[in-house]
């Protein structure tokens, strides 16, 4: 069973994209950020007439989350979570649906764009740090539970400085502060396994560049797109890597998708 998430910072810009590399990476499940469309301009017959299944909560202009499997190989079951629940926020950033591929492998496929944050010490970056805590709260609940679970998006996070190109660079410290790196270990107290770790990847590997300066070209990125997993799922985790061959197409998401092998 083959697990993405991508930002793509668009689907009415970048259907055939997601539609064309689902079928040439055999993608089974996907968590999309950053649809950008209103539910009533979602591209349901599209997928469907692609042969895909889809679950999407949006808002026009901004944010938006989607689950989308692939018909035939993978399903979605049981009652579906649109945003974190019990936490107050007209922005669309989060989706949930319990998932079953074709061998009968199940768990909760949680989507997830996290918020910017804009700078460091704004309304807006405090607003990020509270909804992290928030979506913690309720995932280490759902794990406590023994429900196995993987949360992937879009965290707006570089949780380490090798997932920088250049941490000087980033002058206002978004995305690679502190309380933002000590938020993303919060989540891996909860019960999570950060999936990147499994394996070995060279350095300067990133999920986002820059549409500005050229910046995929010089490979100035940031790996802040990440998939975190309960342990046992990660147990059954064969391979984890940043697919970057729809960044170099033509008017591309300015992220990459990441891909879990499972099974």
């Known amino acids: 069973m083959r697990i993405a998430t991508w930002n793509v910072n668009s689907l009415k810009v970048r259907l055939e994209h997601v539609i064309e590399w689902s079928r040439q990476a055999g993608i089974d499940a996907l968590a999309l950020q950053e649809t950008k469309l209103s539910d009533d301009q979602f591209p349901e017959r599209e997928l469907a007439q692609a042969g895909f299944e889809c679950l999407h909560l949006g808002q026009k202009t901004y944010n938006g989350v989607a689950l989308v499997v692939r018909k035939g190989s993978c399903s979605l079951e049981g009652e579906a979570v649109f945003n974190i629940p019990g936490y107050e926020d007209e922005q669309k950033r989060l989706i949930g649906s319990r998932v079953r591929g074709k061998d009968g492998e199940a768990f909760t496929f949680v989507g997830a764009y996290f918020p910017?944050?804009?700078?460091?010490?704004?309304?807006?970056?405090?607003?990020?740090?509270?909804?992290?805590?928030?979506?913690t709260l309720w995932l280490r609940e759902r794990i406590a539970s023994g429900e196995e679970l993987v949360l992937a998006g879009d965290f707006n996070i570089a949780p380490r400085d090798e997932d920088v190109w250049d941490a000087s660079a980033l002058e206002s410290g978004i995305l690679i502060s502190e309380p933002e790196r000590a938020a993303y270990r919060s989540l891996i107290a909860a019960g999570l396994v950060d999936t990147w770790e499994l394996g070995l990847h060279a350095p300067g590997t990133y999920s986002w560049w820059d549409y500005r300066g050229a910046g995929y070209q010089k490979n100035q990125g940031l790996r802040i797109d990440h998939m975190l997993a309960t342990p046992g799922i990660v147990r059954s985790i064969r391979d984890v890597f940043i697919d970057e061959r729809p960044r170099g197409w033509d008017k591309p998401s300015d992220h990459a998708p990441v891909v879990a092998v499972i099974g």
């Open 116 to 135: 910017n944050g804009q700078s460091v010490g704004s309304d807006k970056y405090l607003y990020k740090l509270d909804w992290v805590s928030a979506l």
